[in-house]
């Protein structure tokens, strides 16, 4: 079973940067697409971000297309999230993690599994 870190995170004022990453305990680049998603407070669980397992194919949600670029480093097993020009609307929990399910929409939070223990990104306005 893969297990998922996500250091980083933390404060940015509106306009700032920040880059989120996530470790995985193995490797994952064989056949995992891995995703990013994430939920503010009182809200579901939204879909972010997503990366093939090659790096070759990307797919944003369109309230961070432009803004957002995901990345990841097969030998170091960690997939990266820069995030520029961010909202206030950005603060959330995000997480990563494997997509396993292809019989749904890469949008829906059931396509991903595994998923890490989150971490907080506070935008300030």
């Known amino acids: 079973q893969v297990q998922l870190v996500e250091p980083g995170g933390g404060l940015v004022q509106a306009g700032g940067s920040l880059r989120v990453s996530c470790v995985a305990s193995?490797?994952?680049?064989?056949?995992?697409?891995m995703g990013w998603l994430r939920q503010a407070s009182g809200k579901e669980r939204e879909f972010v971000a997503v990366?093939?397992?090659?790096?070759?194919?990307?797919y944003y949600a369109d309230s961070v297309k432009g803004r957002f670029t995901i990345s990841r480093d097969n030998a170091k097993n960690t997939v990266y999230l820069q995030m520029n020009s961010l909202k206030p609307e950005d603060t959330a929990v995000y997480y990563c993690?494997?997509?396993?399910?292809?019989?749904?929409?890469?949008?829906?939070?059931?396509?991903?599994?595994?998923w890490g223990q989150g971490t907080q990104v506070t935008v300030s306005s």
């Open positions: 193995r490797r994952t680049s064989v056949s995992a697409a």
């Open positions: 990366i093939s397992s090659s790096g070759g194919y990307t």
């Open positions: 993690a494997v997509r396993t399910n292809y019989g749904v929409a890469i949008r829906t939070t059931s396509a991903y599994d595994y």
